[in-house]
């Protein structure tokens, strides 16, 4: 009697095991990242005079941020960080990054190639883009709510935020919780701070 009890539970722990692993390894495998929004649809020219539209990173987890190439102040250091964040994920074809210049009048995509060049940007997936003015400060403000404008009294002439934004493969801005359970948004790229945070949530979504 003691062994046929001994098969049964032993049977219904099996039974059991079989049904909650897959169930705890469901959970633990979602990224506990919050949504945001949705990306707007957008359509822009990279660098290289490529037309790149949000369905371009389809499939794709990509950082974005909003820059200018004569900016003097944060530009510098927001693409320096950028540059680290590309080379934790160079070569993986599921990984993007959209740096969208304020600036089209000057940002021209044979500046932007130059930009490029000049900070030895070469993944494939990187594009710098260009177009039309009031579609991007569109995108920026309504769109990421990512302040951007026109200034003569700051250097470079424009304001802009040193905020990365994160996007998952179905084009939604997601953001990881600070300590109080409130979503940070964005990613600060100025800092060493948030790049670290960034590049761990944009492993965790892929």
Request: charged content about 20%.
């Amino acid at each position: 009697m003691k062994n046929y009890s001994y098969i049964g539970i032993s049977l219904i722990i099996l039974i059991f095991g079989i049904w909650a692993v897959p169930k705890i390894a469901s959970k633990f495998s979602q990224p506990n990242l919050e949504v945001i929004g949705k990306v707007p649809e957008f359509s822009f020219i990279d660098q290289n005079g490529k037309t790149i539209t949000n369905q371009s990173y389809k499939g794709k987890v990509y950082v974005v941020e909003f820059f200018f190439t004569t900016c003097p102040s944060i530009c510098p250091i927001m693409t320096d960080n950028m540059i680290k964040i590309d080379s934790k994920f160079f070569g993986n074809p599921k990984f993007g990054i959209a740096s969208i210049t304020i600036n089209p009048e000057n940002d021209t995509p044979q500046v932007l190639k130059l930009y490029a060049k000049k900070h030895q940007i070469t993944s494939p997936n990187w594009h710098l883009l260009t177009g039309n003015k009031q579609a991007i400060y569109d995108l920026a403000n309504k769109g990421f709510n990512l302040y951007v404008g026109k200034n003569s009294e700051v250097a470079g002439g424009f304001e802009h935020s040193g905020f990365f934004a994160l996007v998952d493969q179905d084009g939604n801005i997601r953001s990881r919780k600070d300590k109080l359970g409130n979503p940070v948004i964005y990613y600060n790229g100025l800092e060493a701070e948030g790049v670290q945070m960034l590049i761990e949530d944009i492993k965790k979504l892929l």
